[in-house]
């Protein structure tokens, strides 16, 4: 039996659910897709990996439903190519986002002293966490916020995820506290 008749072998395996032929099929084709996702040069090696546990993650979710098990690899190789542009187009957009000018700092003096001003926030910040629905966002906030001693690596690790997903979470909720900053100092009153 040659090797592609093989992997497709190993293709109906899986998609009928067999563990075995999950862990074999990532050991044949896990080299070409990640000379594939390495050849996006702007890809870090972390986000390579990324990348990697992504295709694979959503290839093996939607095996089940491809119709020719011998178009396996261009198929996978589709998926990973996707996953690459999607994260070169997310790190495009956090770029141009860092790029954008800041607001310029009121040169107002603050209605509340420092420490009163950063006490507040910190409750607010809690608020905002508390609110927040169970799930991948609140732990990750929970983690850096709440317990406050892990990096963004150290989350991603704990919770099983790419570094990059952690730092998307934790933008997006440090949007949502400038927007109910904002929102509270527009309103003129603290809750």
Do not use: C
Not at 47 to 52: L, M, N, P, T, Y
Not at 82 to 96: C, D, F, I, P, Q
Not at 115 to 139: C, F, N, T, Y
Request: charged letters at 35%.
């Amino acid at each position: 039996m040659g090797s592609s008749e093989e992997l497709t072998q190993w293709v109906r395996r899986a998609a009928l659910g067999e563990e075995p032929a999950f862990g074999e099929l990532y050991r044949r084709t896990r080299p070409m897709v990640a000379r594939l996702a390495s050849g996006f040069a702007a890809l870090d090696p972390d986000e390579v990996e990324d990348v990697i546990q992504e295709t694979y993650v959503r290839a093996f979710k939607a095996l089940p439903r491809l119709k020719e098990p011998g178009a396996f690899e261009a198929w996978l190789l589709s998926i990973a190519r996707n996953r690459a542009r999607t994260r070169l187009e997310r790190k495009s957009l956090h770029r141009r986002l860092e790029d954008e000018p800041q607001d310029p700092e009121p040169e107002a003096v603050p209605l509340l002293p420092e420490a009163l001003q950063a006490e507040r926030d910190i409750a607010v910040v809690h608020q905002l966490i508390s609110e927040l629905p169970e799930g991948e966002e609140k732990k990750t906030v929970q983690l850096f916020y709440l317990e406050g001693e892990l990096s963004a690596r150290e989350i991603a690790e704990r919770l099983g995820v790419g570094k990059s997903a952690v730092t998307m979470r934790l933008e997006r909720f440090r949007a949502r506290i400038k927007r109910e900053l904002l929102r509270r100092v527009l309103a003129g009153r603290w809750e």
